[in-house]
Each structure stands twice: as structure tokens, then as C-alpha cells.
């Protein structure tokens, strides 16, 4: 069951003509931000680009590294960049909390969520319970950490006793390591990678998973603001479409779409990242709804229970409903969006 298409007042904006590309002719530029480094969970939109995928769509692609999901919303909204994609909780937060910026989930292709928080498998946290009074690290536009008081309220455990150190990205994992934070927070592909690359492996690693405390949380999503969608339809239309593409052919060819990230990214280790994109396919992406009803398949009884955890794990009263966030007016028809090895 997906959500209507009327919702957002965009139904005129399909009327528009599509941008119409002879020969020669340049194509339209989209500003375009992934939500963290290149890696291989979005390295699929390289990948795409590479293929052309974009292109045949009719649009002409930069694709930009982000610098974590609770920021993507203030770039977007800002207007440093057109399109992005983003954990939607965070993009959940940021509406709710300034409902003028005009902020609209164009599509959701993270069926499950990643967020989760982390900590040392010999170590004295093995419950929700247990962060009370423990010290976590994670950057502030984490989304992990955004989200962290829904995860409290829902766990049932006081998050005000938590403690947290304000980190660089690129300290978080090392902070745990080192034994100078007890737990960190952030999506598993990030950080169960990142630890495993500093030499603590997946057994070393007790992940507690927001989503198995009562937050049936979705996950990533594409993100633009309602204006730059009524104004350019065809646009986020081709991005949706190019990046569904894109998707599709890095799940049916994984190893293909690693080697795009290498190309595009000298430095990329292949083995840690192919493994990254493996546990956001199985753990994120491939679940037996998609299977099903393929990607985006937004219900929107589980969207509303999402909503409604965000909004009350800040202290506000519940207001927001799925239309006013997300519309499905951009998305392929659905045969167009199974996900298939």
C-alpha cells in the first residue's frame, strides 16, 4: 500500500512538460549530495552515473559527499543542493521542527533502519538500560544521536543520564576503541565497518538496534523541498527514476558497482566497502517487503508510527502525518521498482 499522490498540493506539477534534449544540447544540471563519505552503501549513485543511467533519464548529475544525515536537511533546505538523500529520521526531526522550510520525501529505498547504537561486546553495556550514566561519542549531525531519545523513550531507559562527547566524524570509532567513550551511535554500515577496519571485528562489536526496541523505523530516503519540485518535476523525477536504476544494478551486480567506487574514489578500500554494502542490502534494503512490493513501497500506518516516535522523543505533541512529509508522486510505477539479483 503506498500513499496518494495527491498529497503536498503537487498533483498540477505532473502536468508540466519534460524538458525536451536535441541533439547537442546541454543537459539540465542537478545538485546532488549523498549522506555521508562515498562508500559503498551510496555508492550505487556513482555507479549509476557511470552507467549513464542519469543521463538516459535526461539529466546531468553531480553527486557531492554529505556529511551526515542530520545535515543533508539543512543543505537541501538552504538550497546548497537540489536532491539529496539522507536517513529520514533526521529529515523527520527537521520538518517538524521548522515546517516553513518546505522539506518533501520524494522516496524512501531504506525499507529497515540502520541506526542503531554500538558498544563493546565484553563490556558492561548489554541492555538499553545500561547507557544511564555511561559516556557515548558521536558527531552532532549524527543521526544515530539525533534520534537517540526516541530510542531512550521507546527502551524505556532515561536519556538525560546519558553523557556525550562531540566528536569529528572521523574520531567517533576510534573513541570506542581507545576506550575513551563506552558506546558510540550511527548507522551499522558506518560504524560496525569503521570498527571492524580499526581491528574490532563483528564479534567484538554488541549493536543495539533501534528498530528492536519498538521504533519500526524506515531509512534512506531522497529528499528535495516542495518548491524545487513544483517547479521541476521532470528533474526529480529523472533523479528518483536514475537512482532506483542505479540501485537495481548495484544489488544485481554488487562487485560491479565497488569497482565504480574504486574508479571514482582512488583510495577506497574494496574489500571493507563491498562488505558495507553488503550489510546495507541485507540489514537495510533487501527486506521481504521490498521483495514483495518493491522499493518505496511506503505503508503508511508504520510511516505514521515513525512519525509519531520522532516527534514525541523531542517533546513535541504528535502533528505531523505521512503526506505532510512524504509524496509518491515522483516514483516509477511500481513493476519499475523491483529488486531483483
Not at 548489554?126 to 561519542?137: M, V
Not at 576510534?174 to 571492524?196: D, N, Y
Not at 574504486?262 to 517487503?289: C, G, N
Not at 511506503?298 to 503526506?323: I, N, S
Amino acid at each position: 500500500m503506498t500513499l496518494s499522490r495527491r498529497t503536498l498540493g503537487l498533483a498540477g506539477a505532473s502536468l508540466l512538460a519534460a524538458p525536451r534534449i536535441g541533439i547537442g544540447q546541454t543537459l539540465p544540471r542537478v545538485k546532488y549530495q549523498v549522506d555521508w563519505a562515498f562508500q559503498g552503501p551510496n555508492a550505487f549513485m556513482l555507479y549509476g552515473r557511470q552507467r549513464g543511467f542519469f543521463r538516459e533519464a535526461g539529466i546531468d548529475i553531480q553527486i557531492d559527499r554529505g556529511f551526515g544525515s542530520g545535515r543533508v536537511p539543512i543543505d537541501v533546505a538552504g538550497g546548497a543542493y537540489e536532491i539529496a538523500q539522507a536517513d529520514i529520521n533526521p529529515v523527520i526531526k527537521f520538518i517538524a521542527e521548522n515546517p516553513n522550510a518546505g522539506l518533501v520525501v520524494v522516496g524512501v529505498f531504506g525499507d529497515r533502519s540502520l541506526l542503531c547504537a554500538t558498544v563493546r561486546a565484553d563490556g558492561p553495556i548489554r541492555t538499553p538500560k545500561d547507557f544511564e550514566g555511561k559516556t557515548l561519542a558521536a558527531p552532532d549531525s549524527d543521526a544515530g544521536r539525533q534520534i537517540f531519545p526516541a530510542f531512550a523513550r521507546a527502551a524505556g531507559f532515561d536519556a538525560s543520564k546519558v553523557n556525550w562527547l562531540t566528536v569529528r566524524p572521523e574520531l567517533r570509532e576510534p573513541m570506542l576503541v581507545q576506550g575513551r567513550a563506552e558506546g558510540i551511535t550511527g548507522a551499522a554500515t558506518s560504524t560496525g565497518m569503521s570498527l571492524k577496519a580499526l581491528g574490532m571485528d563483528w564479534p567484538q562489536q554488541r549493536i543495539l538496534w533501534y528498530r528492536d526496541y519498538g521504533l519500526p523505523l524506515y531509512g534512506t530516503c531522497w529528499l528535495t523541498t516542495k518548491d524545487y519540485a513544483a517547479r521541476n518535476p521532470e528533474l526529480v523525477r529523472a533523479v528518483v527514476k536514475g537512482g532506483i536504476r542505479s540501485l537495481q544494478a548495484a544489488y544485481a551486480d554488487p562487485a560491479a558497482c565497488i569497482a565504480g567506487l574504486k574508479a571514482a574514489e582512488p583510495l577506497t578500500d574494496v574489500a571493507i566497502e563491498a562488505e558495507r554494502q553488503m550489510v546495507s542490502f541485507r540489514e537495510q534494503i533487501a527486506s521481504d517487503h521490498v521483495t514483495a512490493h518493491g522499493l518505496s513501497a511506503v505503508d503508511p500506518a508504520r510511516f505514521q508510527l515513525g512519525l509519531a516516535a520522532v516527534e514525541e522523543a523531542y517533546g513535541m505533541t504528535p502533528k505531523l502525518k505521512p503526506e505532510d512529509v512524504y509524496t509518491d508522486a515522483y516514483l516509477p510505477p511500481a513493476a519499475e521498482r523491483r529488486l531483483t539479483a
